[in-house]
């Protein structure tokens, strides 16, 4: 049996007993790469934070900036000295 589409494997895995899936699935185990050469990014790692979308993020970040900026200048004369 030659199965040459993701379809055709999907269809011979759905008609595996399930002692053959639990088998199938203990070997894929055994044999997944420790560490995969594409995993996908979370939002944190793609910069989106806490938000869904890179805008937000971008707004967020300036807001960030610009307090960080206040809070390190220097504090003014009290108008009353």
Do not use: Q
Not at 16 to 32: G, I, N, Q, T
Not at 57 to 67: I, K, N, P
């Amino acid at each position: 049996m030659e199965l040459n589409t993701i379809e055709e494997i999907e269809r011979a895995i759905d008609a595996l007993p399930p002692d053959k899936v639990a088998e199938l699935c203990a070997w894929l185990d055994r044999h997944r790469p420790e560490h995969p050469e594409h995993v996908a990014a979370s939002v944190f790692e793609e910069g989106l934070g806490l938000f869904g979308h890179p805008e937000d993020a971008a707004l967020l970040d300036e807001v960030v900036r610009a307090a960080y900026e206040e809070r390190c200048r220097p504090p003014r004369p009290s108008p009353e000295l």
